[in-house]
């Protein structure tokens, strides 16, 4: 999967990808939406904007490893040690910024899933690629769900150092962490490849 991402003319970037490729991209990004969970519903018509705009979240951080990833601890990590006013500040933060944060990382990988959705791999054996053109807003939704998929990928994989994915790397093709390690470090290439075009 040696997909890269090259500027476009005017701003965004493309991408060249093969059915397979598309295919591993969304199911991984359904995924995501599944482990962020739903989002609130809109209510009625009518309803108080400003109910939304003072909801409150959750003040705790979340169990699961990937969930705590997407959306840490303002005040460092709960496990190094944190005075009563540090948990406090944490848990005031959080209830305030989590749900905001959660529906902008929806939004994104719903995002990513429409443009997926919209490309058209024709041919046969999986030889024929789909040209993905993004707009710079687009590419900045898909920078932030290739970013939270690597994190969740990578706490999937108790990843805490680049060293981590290197060791990973040398892992037998019958284990069974051999296809998550190849789809983090493609997902890092993609990322990469991105930022590149974005800035180049």
């Not at 003319?9 to 059915?19: F, Q």
């Not at 969304?26 to 599944?34: I, N, W």
């Not at 959660?102 to 791999?121: F, H, M, P, T």
């Amino acid at each position: 999967m040696a997909g890269h991402f090259e500027p476009l003319p005017g701003g965004g970037a493309a991408v060249a990808l093969d059915e397979v490729e598309v295919s591993i991209l969304r199911s991984l990004t359904v995924q995501l939406l599944e482990l962020i969970g739903p989002g609130d519903a809109a209510g009625p018509e009518g309803a108080d904007p400003l109910a939304r705009l003072f909801a409150e979240g959750p003040s705790e951080p979340p169990s699961d490893p990937a969930l705590a990833r997407l959306f840490p601890d303002a005040y460092g990590d709960p496990e190094a040690g944190q005075d009563a006013q540090q948990r406090a500040y944490a848990a005031e933060f959080r209830r305030y910024t989590e749900n905001d944060l959660r529906d902008r990382k929806r939004e994104d990988a719903l995002a990513v899933v429409r443009s997926l959705d919209g490309l058209s791999v024709a041919g046969d054996a999986g030889n024929d690629v789909a040209v993905l053109r993004l707009t710079p807003e687009e590419c900045r939704r898909w920078l932030g769900t290739l970013n939270d998929l690597r994190l969740t990928i990578g706490a999937r994989l108790e990843i805490t150092h680049e060293d981590d994915s290197e060791a990973l790397l040398r892992l037998p093709d019958d284990d069974a962490r051999k296809p998550m390690v190849m789809a983090h470090l493609w997902l890092g290439g993609l990322q990469e490849t991105l930022v590149d075009a974005l800035m180049g």
